[in-house]
């Protein structure tokens, strides 16, 4: 166990507060203190539209604000290799009923595109720099070549997912609780992501190993819990959700609170090694597209000595 002092760093944004539940519930039950971890929160909830997500978390590691963040197996690459100050330390796998395994393409209810091949010419809204843009492209070169002229880049979920609903788009790149509030305001799922990429954790990379080994010790005991109490977290998650729901105008946000009761509570799969393979894959993919730096080996930018 590590001693007391040991201060971990967090950010959390609460647009996307849902990535950090398991901490969040972690340090409700103390799980964190039992391993000699003292977590100081910084709320990093941006007050405009982040031009660049990749920017603004690497950003918040080179300034010791986030010891710890975790992201879609694609960008956590492309961020680390960007980031000197980083290193990816853990996997969590993907999982059908986690936020990693819900992406998926939207369109209004009332749309005449019923194939993803009639997306071709269309304007899809994606985040740069996040998993949406990645999943959008493994998912659409299957029907058609995908460049950037296909793409509508806007910022959080719910910008994507009312840009489909106002017309300024005809699909939606969603996952996790978006998914669950496009179906409530009227739009249909077209496609199902075929990816089955995991989320990384991505760590400062001065943090010393064993306090790496607690924290996912105790983050894992968290993932644990919430998989295993969904009802009793319920109450959390419905609050913290309320800042995203405030977003939407106010006709779609009532929509929303009348259908909360049909909304799921994200699964996990607990932190481990991240596997050579699994890197290979991922990264002979994004170079193949010219999505990433060449030159990049396994051990340049994961640190597996923490499972040694």
Aim: hydrophobic share 35%; charged share 20%; proline share 3%.
């Amino acid at each position: 166990m590590s001693g007391v002092s040991d201060v971990i760093n967090l950010s959390i944004n609460d647009y996307a507060f849902y990535w950090s539940l398991p901490e969040l519930i972690g340090i409700q039950n103390g799980y964190y203190e039992d391993e000699g971890l003292n977590i100081k929160i910084h709320n990093v909830t941006p007050k405009s539209q982040v031009i660049s997500k990749s920017k603004m978390y690497i950003d918040l590691q080179k300034n010791k604000l986030s010891d710890f963040y975790h992201a879609a197996e694609y960008v956590s690459l492309s961020r680390v290799i960007e980031n000197n100050n980083s290193q990816i330390v853990c996997w969590s796998p993907w999982n059908k009923n986690a936020i990693n395994g819900s992406f998926g393409l939207y369109v209004n209810n009332n749309s005449n595109i019923s194939q993803p091949e009639q997306l071709r010419n269309k304007k899809i809204s994606v985040e740069s720099s996040t998993g949406s843009y990645y999943t959008a492209v493994e998912d659409l070169e299957k029907y058609f070549p995908v460049d950037d002229l296909n793409f509508l880049k806007l910022g959080d979920p719910h910008e994507r997912l009312l840009s489909t609903i106002n017309g300024d788009a005809s699909a939606s790149s969603l996952m996790g609780i978006y998914c669950e509030f496009a179906q409530f305001l009227g739009l249909k799922k077209l496609m199902e992501s075929s990816r089955r990429r995991g989320t990384l954790m991505i760590s400062h990379n001065d943090m010393n190993a064993e306090v790496i080994r607690s924290f996912i010790r105790a983050t894992n005991m968290s993932i644990n819990f919430i998989n295993n109490n969904p009802s009793e977290i319920r109450d959390f998650y419905l609050e913290k959700l309320q800042f995203i729901i405030d977003k939407f105008p106010t006709d779609k946000q009532k929509i929303i609170i009348d259908n909360q009761s049909n909304i799921s509570i994200p699964k996990w799969e607990f932190w481990q090694k991240y596997p050579e393979d699994e890197f290979l894959d991922l990264y002979s993919w994004m170079l193949e597209r010219n999505l990433i730096q060449s030159g990049i080996n396994y051990n340049d930018i994961v640190n597996s000595s923490v499972f040694l």
